[in-house]
């Protein structure tokens, strides 16, 4: 049986190209930690997505628990994304930036807002308008800040 040698620039560059497709695989954010963003409305919970279901849209890679959540979203996106992309919508209203989490949520006049904690729901509900008014007249600005995860 023949031996066959790798030369060294030949392994080099395997090892290369598998770095590189690993980080090209990782280069898009998964959205609302793998959660389904469609399952809000039609199931009204947080539903973790599937990774065999899943779409990248706008630089981040969403997750949905079936394939026809899928296409739902394909079909509209505008519609089922979080509002102020991800960030807590009681947080923009002071604004501040704080990460939302997918767990504490609200749909309100169709839209999904999240919040950075089990309190912000609460809030939203007892006066919903001006929240949304607050955090919309705020976004611009809060928008610009820094991601504080990654300061």
Aim: proline share 8%; aromatic share 12%.
């Amino acid at each position: 049986m023949k031996r066959f040698r790798i030369s060294p620039i030949l392994a080099g560059c395997v090892g290369l190209l598998a770095l590189l497709s690993s980080t090209l695989v990782q280069a898009a954010e998964i959205a609302l930690k793998g959660y389904d963003p469609v399952a809000y409305f039609t199931d009204h919970r947080a539903t973790p997505g599937n990774e065999q279901y899943q779409y990248e849209w706008d630089g981040s890679l969403y997750r949905f628990a079936s394939a026809r959540h899928l296409e739902m979203f394909k079909a509209d996106p505008e519609h089922y994304l979080p509002q102020y992309k991800n960030w807590c919508a009681a947080s923009v209203a002071k604004g501040v930036k704080v990460y939302g989490d997918p767990e504490h949520w609200l749909v309100v006049d169709d839209r999904l807002y999240l919040f950075g904690g089990p309190a912000g729901p609460d809030l939203m509900k007892a006066d919903p308008a001006a929240m949304k008014s607050k955090a919309d007249t705020n976004w611009p600005a809060v928008s610009q800040l820094p991601d504080p995860s990654r300061q």
